[in-house]
C-alpha cells in the first residue's frame, strides 16, 4: 500500500522518515531548516496530506513522492502560519509536464476571443491547484511553481488574488500597500527599462505575480530579496513570520 493509500485510509498516518529525508535532501532551502523547524514542517505536511486530495492528469501515476514533494514545498510558506491558512479548497491536480488551459475572453465589443494558456501551474480561485510535476522538480535558485501557486492561494483567502494576503494582526493595510506598491513600481520600471533581474521579470506582471514571483525568492533567494527590496523583505518577514536569510550559513 502506498503512502497516498494509507493517508485516504488512516487520517493519522505519518510520512515515513526515509521518504521524509529524501524529500528534505533534494530541496536544499528545506535543508537550511532547523531541526525543530524540520520536524513541524513534516507534521504540518502530514496534516496537509490528510485534508487535501490529489488527482493526476496526462497520463502520470500518482505516487508518494510526489504528494510528500508538493506538500512538504506547499507548507513551508504556512510554516508558522498554520493550516487554516489553506482553508476553503481541497484539490490539487498534478500533470507530467506543463499543460494547456483554454481560455474565453469577451472585449469591450462584446466579442468572446479563444486562445490557449501554456501553463506550469495555476491556482483556482475558489476551485484546486494545479501543478507540472516536471516543474515541482526544477525548485530551487528562486523557482519554485509550488511556492507561488501557493502563494496565490494565501493572496486570494481574502478574495481575488490582488497583490495583498490575508492581513494578520501587526501589519495593517495601508503599511502593505505602501511597501509592496512601492517595490512593484520600482521592478516594474526595471523591467520596462530592459534591465536584467535576478528576481523572474514576470512579477512585473501584476500585484497578483509580484506577491507570488516575489514569495518564491523570499523562500529561495532571501539575499537577493533583501539587498533589493530591503523594505519589501522586513514585511514579507514579519508576514510569514520566517526569516529565511537567517537560515543561511552568510546569516547573522
Excluded at 501557493?150 to 492581513?167: I, R, S, V
Amino acid at each position: 500500500m502506498g503512502l497516498f493509500d494509507w493517508f485516504k485510509r488512516d487520517k493519522a498516518g505519518a510520512i515515513p522518515d526515509e521518504l521524509w529525508a529524501q524529500t528534505i535532501a533534494g530541496l536544499p532551502f528545506l535543508g537550511d531548516l532547523t531541526v525543530d523547524e524540520q520536524a513541524s514542517l513534516k507534521l504540518l505536511a502530514e496534516q496537509f496530506l490528510a485534508e487535501k486530495e490529489f488527482s493526476t492528469a496526462g497520463g502520470l501515476e500518482l505516487t508518494d513522492e510526489i504528494c510528500v514533494a508538493i506538500a512538504a514545498q506547499g507548507c513551508l510558506p504556512i510554516l508558522h502560519l498554520g493550516l487554516a491558512a489553506y482553508r476553503d479548497w481541497v484539490g490539487i491536480i498534478v500533470y507530467p509536464n506543463e499543460f494547456v488551459v483554454p481560455r474565453h475572453v469577451q472585449d469591450e465589443a462584446g466579442v468572446v476571443h479563444e486562445y490557449a494558456d501554456v501553463l506550469s501551474g495555476e491556482a483556482w480561485q475558489g476551485g484546486p491547484l494545479l501543478v507540472s510535476w516536471h516543474d515541482v522538480q526544477m525548485a530551487g535558485d528562486g523557482y519554485n511553481v509550488v511556492i507561488h501557486e501557493f502563494a496565490h492561494k494565501l493572496d486570494m483567502l481574502n478574495g481575488e488574488a490582488d497583490g495583498m494576503p490575508a492581513l494578520h494582526s501587526g501589519i495593517g493595510e495601508a503599511e502593505w500597500q505602501r511597501i509592496f506598491t512601492a517595490a512593484y513600481d520600482d521592478f516594474c520600471h526595471r523591467v520596462d527599462a530592459d534591465e536584467e533581474t535576478i528576481i523572474d521579470p514576470y512579477a512585473s506582471d501584476s500585484p497578483a505575480e509580484f506577491f507570488a514571483v516575489l514569495s518564491e525568492s523570499f523562500f529561495e533567494l532571501p539575499d537577493v530579496v533583501n539587498a533589493e527590496y530591503p523594505a519589501l523583505y522586513a514585511l514579507l518577514k514579519r508576514y510569514y513570520r520566517q526569516d529565511p536569510l537567517q537560515r543561511w550559513p552568510t546569516g547573522a
